[in-house]
């Protein structure tokens, strides 16, 4: 079983305040306007004919198959219906009651903390390599990185990821030796510059060698597409208090795009964070953030339902990263060169948002930054 929340995009604290309401009571009024609509996946039905009397004892409700009251089937999916308050109400009743209700009341619980609306973050591409998919990311000189870097942290960028090691589909790797001679000046560079000082900087990389290198130069995250597989790269994040981003991909870059396949693309991603999660806080890694991995080891049916249900993995309690940006999921949908994917990226992004993502990894910064300022304003 687990709970998706569908969209439901009124700022009710924005319509009051316009509205002149007393400030002490926005927030009671709010509670009372804004409506959840949470789809309960693989519901036993003995829970679901509970959950129908006690939302609708409360003044919520809860949509259910035909066949329902009967018990036709074990189990079904619903959709609950409720205010904020209505909810905290829900997940106290259901605490005591049978068929896993219990767990759904904790999982109401973290989804309300979770779904606090917050500020994204934008996150730059920086590629110190010259065989990265998308030519504009490439910086092979460490002035020119350092240039670039700065010119995405004056259009809004908060986080820089730096990277050396191409992992676009069919990519083959290469020696750490080379790896580290490729990054070296350029983290020696935007070190000497205290870029650091300006934007979180991350490293795209899930080298030793590499990581400690950018973690003694001013960087802070620790962007890690293998998803901690190495403990040597667990022991140094948990050394350098350093955040980790744990990303999801089925194979290895190479070969990854090979005929992907999952029987549940959304339960198998949980699986993997789940397990990442619980190794991560063998080693003390206090942050973390999580990537669904869009484009590494998908399909396009896949990228698409990880989006869909970002708001399944909040669950987990862990800001949430997407990075879709110019991938080939946008060429599947409508046929278009690397260069004319911009529109298609942000579309992504603005809908990996609206679903909960906290940060997105984007090659065009300013554009990116002008959607979500437009369309949070859209939004109240």
């Known amino acids: 079983m687990y709970v998706e929340r569908l969209s439901n995009t009124l700022d009710a604290k924005a319509h009051l305040h316009a509205l002149g309401v007393d400030g002490g009571g926005v927030g009671i009024l709010a509670s009372k306007m804004r ?7 693989r519901l036993h039905v003995g829970a679901a004919n509970i959950l129908k009397q006690d939302a609708l004892s409360i003044g919520a409700d809860l949509a259910v198959p035909r066949g ?8 079904v999916d619903a959709i609950l219906i409720a205010s904020a308050k209505q909810l905290k109400l829900l997940s106290r009743k259901e605490k005591t009651q049978p068929f896993g209700l219990k767990q759904l009341a904790q999982e109401l619980d973290r989804m309300m903390h979770a779904y606090e609306p917050k500020a994204p973050k934008v996150m730059g591409i920086v590629n110190a390599n010259e065989d990265s998919f998308y030519h504009e990311s490439r910086a092979l000189r460490a002035e ?3 240039r670039s870097a700065e010119r995405m942290i004056e259009e809004g960028a908060d986080m820089i990821d730096l990277g050396a090691v191409s992992t676009r589909p069919g990519s083959e790797g290469v020696s750490e030796q080379e790896e580290l001679s490729r990054v070296r000046p350029v983290i020696e560079c935007f070190y000497k510059a205290k870029l650091f000082e300006r934007a979180q900087l991350s490293i795209d990389s899930f080298t030793p060698s590499v990581v400690v290198l950018a973690l003694d130069h001013g960087f802070e995250i620790v962007n890690d597409i293998t998803g901690l597989e190495d403990e040597r790269i667990c022991a140094l994040c948990a050394e350098y208090k350093a955040m980790a981003v744990i990303m999801h991909m089925q194979g290895r870059p190479k070969q990854m795009q090979h005929a992907p396949f999952y029987e549940d693309v959304i339960a198998e991603v949980g699986g993997f964070f789940e397990e990442r999660i619980a ?15 869009i484009g590494f080891g998908k399909r396009l049916q896949d990228n698409a339902a990880l989006i869909a249900q970002l708001r399944h993995f909040l669950a987990l309690g862990y800001p949430l990263l997407v990075g879709a940006s110019r991938k080939s999921m946008i060429d599947q949908i409508d046929p278009s060169r690397v260069e004319e994917r911009l529109g298609g990226s942000i579309a992504a992004h603005l809908r990996a948002v609206q679903n909960g993502a906290e940060i997105i990894r984007v ?12 369309w949070r304003a859209l939004e109240g």
Request: proline share 2%; hydrophobic share 50%.
């Open 144 to 146: 020119e990185a350092l």
């Open 279 to 293: 190794k991560a806080k063998r080693f003390g890694i206090e942050r973390l953030v999580l990537d669904v991995g």
């Open 35 to 41: 409506l959840y609509f949470l789809k309960i996946h």
């Open 363 to 374: 090659h065009d910064v300013r554009a990116h930054v002008q959607a979500i300022k437009v």
């Open 68 to 75: 329902t009251v009967i018990a036709q089937s074990p189990y």
